[in-house]
């Protein structure tokens, strides 16, 4: 089995404080990994360094071999914690929007997906409660056909 996710002797610093120390872990392709821990206990920063949100103080992480980069965003699908698409979209226009930027994203997916979830293709995400949108953000990231799903 080939790994996917490789953090090798990260740390983390945020100013003075260190979040991350040491870190060495490998996670396999095709496996479904939970990340348990209390609250500050760097779950959050693991993840957002994965994604080339934040940059490492020491060490490395790969992505299916290789440094993270541009590059690895193209295997990486990242559902993250806050909301982060326009309030005037609709799932409708979020799928178009996904479909030019992403070459993997799978629009009919999507639909089936939203379908599924018995979520209004046309209604403005400013109209639906926060579980709706939630699971439109997820709708959008469960569709690309990534190697990995974070």
């Known amino acids: 089995m080939s790994v996917i996710l490789e ?5 983390k610093n945020f ?26 206990s760097g779950k959050s920063t693991l993840f957002k360094l994965a994604n080339d949100l934040l940059t490492v103080s020491s060490g490395e992480v790969l992505i299916d071999g290789k440094p993270v980069s541009v590059e690895s965003k193209k295997v990486v699908s990242y559902l993250p914690e806050r909301p982060y698409l326009e309030p005037s979209l609709t799932p409708s226009d979020a799928i178009k929007l996904f479909e030019t930027f992403y070459e993997d994203f799978d629009s009919q997916k ?10 209004d293709k046309n209604l403005k995400l400013s109209k639906m409660s926060k579980g709706m949108k939630e699971k439109v953000q997820l709708v959008l ?3 690309r056909k990534a190697k990995l799903y974070i």
């Not at 100013?15 to 500050?40: A, C, M, T």
């Not at 999507?110 to 979520?119: G, I, R, V, Y």
């Open 15 to 40: 100013d003075e404080k260190q979040v991350l120390k040491n870190i060495n872990l490998q996670i396999e392709s095709n496996k479904i990994v939970g990340l348990l821990g209390k609250n500050g």
């Open 110 to 119: 999507a639909e089936k997906l939203l379908n599924d979830l018995d979520l």
């Open 141 to 143: 990231v469960m569709s």
């Open 7 to 11: 953090y090798k002797s990260v740390n």
